[in-house]
């Protein structure tokens, strides 16, 4: 059949092709114009197609929002009116007759402004490919013309290239960063990233636009010294640049146009880097932050260190500024010198071979408040900080420079790579510089006075017999001064005695390279006895009282206990004032090492970390049930829990454990509240009172950490102050999948998955009468046909709960019901 013949077709096939053409034109419309606009469910595009300019609402959210987002809304860039959404869909994108880019609600009323200085009525907004919305006047009959405003020079909470951070030091603009609230709710949150020391420029995040959160360290030109888990990945394309008006600015950019790269800070404060190449995300990583990475965690002159417990610890030659406040875990006085430098007071009769030096820290962040001396070499930085009495440390990068501080050193933490070498002044009687000397004089005196020699063995043999006589006198000494109760029945000669030279051989004299960690008590040193068993001793420092107590403490509570996810006691040391003892050497170290490394924990799938949480119940129902004693631990926490070379979990550190008797469900008041925060439940941390369901409401806490990898205090959500908040919240929303963690999101184990959530929550609740016991746990967690209760509300779910102090202590102490407890108190 002849179509042109049918002429009554023609007007139907013109308007459907006509309808098409206006359908396809209005479907890549790239700009606003003054007689163009976009309503709720319109859109701009760029020229690539690959970014558009609409209107959207968050998930979970019925708000709506003018958002620029990158192929889909999964990846939002920049949004227009995150402080004042709209309430419906009846928001327009237009340009106002003032030329400024405006939002205006349903009654005409303008909620959002580019707020541009101008009486140009003639703009645009047009979206370029590279994400930028630019607001531009169009000069007649010459396409783009004046620049008015544009959206990377105003971004919300995430970077694409060719995007800056910036700061002007002569007018005080900044371009900055500011998270969201939620992931829901897009408005201005709790953490702001800038650019700061512009000497040598770092990034700075900010809690609450006033106090510092975390720093990246001076920028070298390669990466940030003080950030080395920001690998390539991150900062590959980065640079720092100068504009011609004194602006500095840090920016990315890709070499491949397929390449796109989106750079957020999170609402909890850390950053996170989505790469897609050929509209296929290929990457998707997470900073993970330590308590370390928080600025000034151990305050002047404490150092940081992730790996060691406590994770502060004082500088040789520094000494906590207040003791009883270092010792609760509140570091942020920092330390303080216990030795006097000498600089200044060399006019007094001292030796110039007495004068103050530097001891080298290795792997260091370098300190915030730097100042810089140029073009002299490492060693001519070294001789100006020796010769100038202000200078209290310095450090060298190749790219840099030299560095040097006169101020307080201030958020140091120690690295396990990475860093700079800092070294710290240090007074010459701390050094070790006349260690030699004093050698040498004593070879002369030892050829000179021969007879003296002999009588100093005869001495030397008189001091040890009377050293091998009393030794057995200072054991019953030190067990005699046991508190009352089953601590006099504590027998430590039922434990193997190990000399103290043994020991030392077998670390090595006690080797820095040796040591482990170090906690309130003194440091861990890895040994090996000469039957090649390896070991772990821990060393109790000589002038800590406290640490005394959590050693004896330790000794009545684990020589007692014989389980196989109890770290095992293999003897102790006691010899004069050196109190030691010896565990088995756990491979694997601790469970925060893994869980809450973002590389090491994709080593730890789920049947290893079921493993793991079964283990950990086992061995706390063995200290409240099954045991001799009925034992609380009080400071179960990830890095509490050991994993030997089978990743089978041992729970170790029992300096602040109680041993008492009673029935089942007596509560016991303390005078003092110790333990880690974040693991203690309410009624502990706020009035003292801690039972059995303490370790269990730990025990919640340590398995919600172990599901999602996620530490409980990392979260500063809008509405949940922790871990145990946000899952409350995603609980009662019905999207608690959304919390486990990637690593072993797996369908095959999501049911176990969730059975544990569920677990988790119900040992978290705020009542304990609420809380099951571990025994309950325990056939919970082995036992999939058991009926899990619903979980009532969780302790800490608000903010708001911070206005109870959580330092709160009771002026008496109560019991309840006979219950027999030790007074021996940790930390």
Known sequence: MDFLSHTNYLPITLFIFSTFYLCSNSSSIHAITSTRFITDNETITSNNTNLKLGFYSPENSTDRYLAIWYLSQSYVIWIANRDQP?????????????????????????????????????????LHDSGNLVLYD????????????????HPTDSAVPTMRVASNPYTGKKIQYVSRKSDSDPSSGYFTVSLERLDTPEVFFWYNKTRPYWRTGPWNGRFFLGTPRLTTEYLYGWRFENDSDGTIYVTYSVADPNDFGILSIVPSGTLKLVRILNKVEYVNLEVDQNECDFYGACGPFGRCDNSTIPICSCFEGFEPKNLEEWNMKNWSNGCVRNVPLQCGNMSNGSSVLEQDGFLVHHNMKVPDLLERLLDVDQNKCMEYCLGNCSCLAHAYDSYIGCMYWTKDLIDLQKFPYGGVDLYIRTPHSLLGTDK???????????????????????????????????????????????????????????????????????????????????????????????????????????????????????????????HRNLVRLLGCCIEGDEQMLVYEFMPNKSLDAFIFDPLQRKDLDWKKRFNIIQGIARGILYLHRDSRLRIIHRDLKASNILLDDKMNPKISDFGLARIFKGGEDHEVNTKRVVGTYGYMPPEYAMEGIFSEKSDVYSFGVLLLEIVTGRRNTSFYNEDSLSLVGYAWKLW???????????????????NSILRCIHIGLLCVQELTKDRPTMSTIVLMLISEITHLPPPKKVAFVHKESLSCSTSSQKTQSLSNNNVTLSEVQGR
């Open 138 to 153: 169009v000069m007649s009959g010459s396409g783009s013309g004046q620049l008015l405003w544009d959206s990377f020079s």
């Open 732 to 750: 009662n929303e019905e999207n608690i999948t959304s919390i486990i963690d990637e690593e072993i999101n797996d369908p095959c184990f999501e």
């Open 86 to 126: 709209l309430k419906d869909s009846s928001g327009v994108a237009k340009i106002h007759k003032d030329g400024n880019l405006v939002i205006m609600n349903g009654q005409n009323i303008i909620i959002w402004s580019s707020n541009v200085s101008t009486n140009l009525t003639n703009s645009t907004a047009e």
């Open 436 to 562: 030699k000397r004093r050698g040498n004089k004593a070879l002369i005196v030892g050829v000179t006075a021969g007879a003296i020699g002999i009588i100093t063995l005869v001495v030397c043999a008189y001091i040890l017999w009377q050293k091998w006589t009393t030794k057995q006198t200072d054991t019953r000494n030190h067990t005699q001064n046991l508190s009352s109760g089953e601590q006099k029945q504590t027998k430590l000669e039922e434990l193997p005695l190990f000399e103290f030279e043994q020991l030392a051989t077998a670390t090595n004299d006690f080797h820095l390279a040796s040591m482990l960690g170090k906690g309130g008590f003194g440091p861990v040193y890895k040994g090996k006895l000469e039957n090649g068993q390896e070991i772990a001793v821990k060393r109790l420092a000589k002038a800590s009282t406290q640490g005394l107590e959590e050693f004896m403490n330790e000794v009545v509570v684990i020589s007692k206990l014989q």
